[in-house]
């Protein structure tokens, strides 16, 4: 039942910045967490950033200090913000919702990084 909308994705150079968007149709604050996983080919999806109801963070040691995620609550919409980008960090990205019963996930976004 909850619906989300990514937005941001693309190609950018190593060293680049890009901000995905992840637009929730349910408020963010009935959520209990809201983040971001990867998955490149041949890879297992991992947990990039995750949020939690009450504004505490997690992050992949790998992206720890380069990737900042926020939120918006009048847009019920959490950001992405990565910098430095690294060959990497290319992959599908997809944004994910966790309810008491279910997680729900967008439709992925493409982040290819190369020169």
């Known amino acids: 039942q909850v619906q989300l909308v990514e937005s941001g994705g693309g190609s950018v150079q190593p060293g680049g910045s890009l901000r995905l968007s992840c637009a929730s149709s349910?408020?963010?604050?009935?959520?209990?967490?809201m983040g971001w996983y990867r998955q490149a080919p041949g890879k297992q999806r991992e947990s990039v950033a995750v949020?939690?109801?009450?504004?505490?963070?997690t992050y992949e040691n790998s992206v720890q200090g380069r990737f900042t995620i926020s939120r918006d609550a009048a847009k019920s919409t959490v950001y992405l913000q990565m910098n430095s980008l690294q060959p990497g960090d290319a992959s599908v990205y997809y944004c994910t919702a966790a309810s008491r019963a279910t997680q729900y996930w967008g439709p992925g976004n493409q982040v290819p990084v190369s020169s």
């Open positions: 349910l408020s963010i604050f009935e959520l209990p967490s």
């Open positions: 949020i939690t109801r009450s504004g505490s963070t």
